[in-house]
């Protein structure tokens, strides 16, 4: 009998393989019987260096690996959340994963350097219209330029001396293994980060059965049920089952009580 492969999709850099292995490792302990393969690819956001991610398309990092689901050459791509565009696009479907990490951003000062070291005007590599705000507002007489490149290579990049200052997501440095570079970690009610930072998201095929029962395994479906007013029995068959089936259940005080027999 031949073994199923569920192929899944994923950019090339360091970090987002990282992040790939780790969902193929999560996924090989719920589903011991699948084997998967990683297959790493480009997005335009790989390829165009130049472009300010302040001016970029929505799918500046994800039009590729879309290409790739609907044309069958993977079943599941592997996402950063904030990767993701508003609406995806017809025809793929997805979810965030249940795992998540630190949303906060941080400050990384230059090898062997620290915020103390910084000269008058510093210039500081930002990638956003938020990040670029807080520097603004932290730092008046910096120069704000446009950093371009993954992780490892914006923090080359910094300690080659091009920038004094990088803003980069702490997330990103855990799972590089580079979380002795923070300098500074940011609060979030000094610089709110996208809901998506620090987690990982999956797409697929939005006709693809498979991946959508592995949804179901991974996101615990809300059930709204109502019984209206007086006895629990006016409760629909369907609510009935529901709350049998419940994990938890969350009510108000004028439940009557008799509803939670169930």
Request: proline fraction near 8%.
């Amino acid at each position: 009998m031949s073994e199923t492969i569920i192929r899944i999709g994923g950019r090339s850099s360091r970090l987002a393989r990282i992040q790939t292995q780790s969902v193929i490792a999560r996924l090989g302990e719920l589903l011991p019987g699948l084997a998967f393969a990683e297959i790493p690819m480009t997005t335009p956001g790989d390829r165009d260096r130049t472009t300010d991610l302040r001016e970029s398309p929505d799918d500046f990092f994800t039009r590729d690996l879309d290409a790739a689901l609907l044309d069958g050459r993977v079943d599941l791509v592997v996402h950063s959340a904030k990767d993701l565009p508003d609406k995806l696009p017809p025809g793929i479907d997805g979810c965030w994963l249940p795992w998540r990490e630190d949303r906060r951003d941080a400050l990384v000062a230059p090898a062997g350097k620290s915020l103390a070291d910084l000269p008058p005007a510093p210039r500081i590599g930002v990638s956003s219209g938020r990040r670029e705000a807080y520097c603004r507002a932290r730092f008046p007489q910096a120069a704000l330029l446009s950093i371009r490149g993954n992780v490892d290579e914006r923090i080359r990049q910094l300690d080659e001396g091009r920038f004094d200052l990088i803003v980069t997501a702490v997330a990103a440095l855990d799972r590089l293994e580079l979380a002795g570079r923070i300098s500074d970690c940011i609060p979030l009610d000094e610089l709110p980060t996208p809901d998506g930072q620090g987690v990982l998201a999956v797409t697929f095929r939005a006709d693809d059965p498979r991946m959508l029962l592995l949804r179901s395994l991974l996101i615990r479906p809300v059930l709204f049920v109502g019984a209206g007013v007086g006895s629990p029995r006016n409760c629909t068959l369907a609510g009935i089952e529901a709350l049998r089936e419940a994990e938890v259940c969350l009510h108000d005080a004028l439940l009557d009580p008799g509803l939670l027999d169930f």
